[in-house]
C-alpha cells in the first residue's frame, strides 16, 4: 500500500497568516491527491482534487500543488473559519489511502 | 442538493454482526463509484471499501478483507456494509462518500457510529 505522511501534524497560527502542509507519497501517485478539511463532529469536505483543481466552492485561498511524491496545500491568508484538521489522500491506486492528519490551531 | 444518510451503527459485541446502509438522493446514484471510510475516535480516517457503478469491481482493506461485503441496490438508491466477525478494532464512525469519478470523494454522509464492546 501507499503510505501518505503529512506534516506538521499541528500547526499554530494567526488570522492572516499563509499556511502550508505538505503531504509525501511513499511511492509517486502522479496527481492523484485530494485534500480535505474536517472540522470537529462532522464529515470531511473535499477542497482540492488532482493535487491542484479547487473543488466547487471552495474559497480561492486554497490552493494544493505537487506531483509525483510531494505535494502541498496552502492557505494564503488564514480565516476564522479555516481552524480545522486537513487531510491529504492518494487515489493512484488500491488501496486507498490518507495521511494521518495536520490540525491547524489558534496560535 | 445531494444527500448520502448512512444508518444502522450501533454497539455490538466482539464477533457479531452489523448491517450499514447509506441511502442516497439528490443524482443518480448508478451513475458514481462509492466506497466506505471509517474514523475510529480521535484517530484519522481510514478507507474500507470500494465499488464500482454497477457493482462488478469490488475492493476492500486489508483490515476488513474477509469480514466485510460491500454491495449496492441501484434501484434503491442505496449502498450496504455488512460487516461480521467484528473486533474492538472496528469501532468507529463509517462515512459512506461518493467518489467524483476520480477517486476524491465529493459528497460524505453525516456518519454512523459503530461500537464494538462486550
Known amino acids: 500500500d501507499i503510505q501518505m505522511t503529512q506534516s506538521p501534524p499541528t500547526l499554530s497560527a494567526s488570522v492572516g497568516d499563509r499556511v502550508t502542509i505538505t503531504c509525501r507519497a511513499s511511492q509517486s501517485i502522479s496527481s492523484w491527491l485530494a485534500w480535505y478539511q474536517q472540522k470537529p463532529g462532522k464529515a470531511p469536505k473535499l477542497l482540492i482534487y488532482k493535487a491542484s483543481s479547487l473543488e466547487s466552492g471552495v474559497p480561492s485561498r486554497f490552493s494544493g500543488s505537487g506531483s509525483g511524491t510531494e505535494f502541498t496545500l496552502t492557505i494564503s491568508s488564514l480565516q476564522p473559519d479555516d481552524f480545522a484538521t486537513y487531510y491529504c489522500q492518494q487515489y493512484n491506486s488500491f488501496a486507498l489511502t490518507f495521511g494521518g492528519g495536520t490540525k491547524v490551531e489558534i496560535k | 442538493q445531494v444527500q448520502l444518510v448512512e444508518s444502522g451503527g450501533g454497539l455490538v459485541k466482539p464477533g457479531g454482526s452489523l448491517r450499514l446502509s447509506c441511502s442516497a438522493s439528490g443524482f443518480t446514484f ?16 481510514e478507507w474500507v471499501s470500494y465499488i464500482s457503478r454497477s457493482g462488478n469491481t469490488i475492493y476492500y482493506a486489508d483490515s476488513v478483507k474477509g469480514r466485510f461485503t460491500v454491495s449496492r441496490d441501484n434501484a434503491k438508491n442505496s449502498l450496504y456494509l455488512q460487516m461480521n466477525s467484528l473486533r474492538a478494532e472496528d469501532t468507529a464512525v463509517y462515512y459512506c462518500a461518493r467518489d467524483r469519478a476520480t477517486g476524491a ?4 454522509g453525516q456518519g454512523t457510529l459503530v461500537t464494538v464492546s462486550s
Not at chain 2, 466506505?36 to 480521535?42: E, H, K, S
Not at chain 2, 470523494?105 to 460524505?108: A, G, K, N, T
Open chain 2, 30 to 45: 448508478s451513475d458514481y463509484y462509492m466506497s466506505w471510510i471509517r474514523q475510529a475516535p480521535g484517530k484519522g480516517l
Open chain 2, 105 to 108: 470523494f465529493d459528497y460524505w
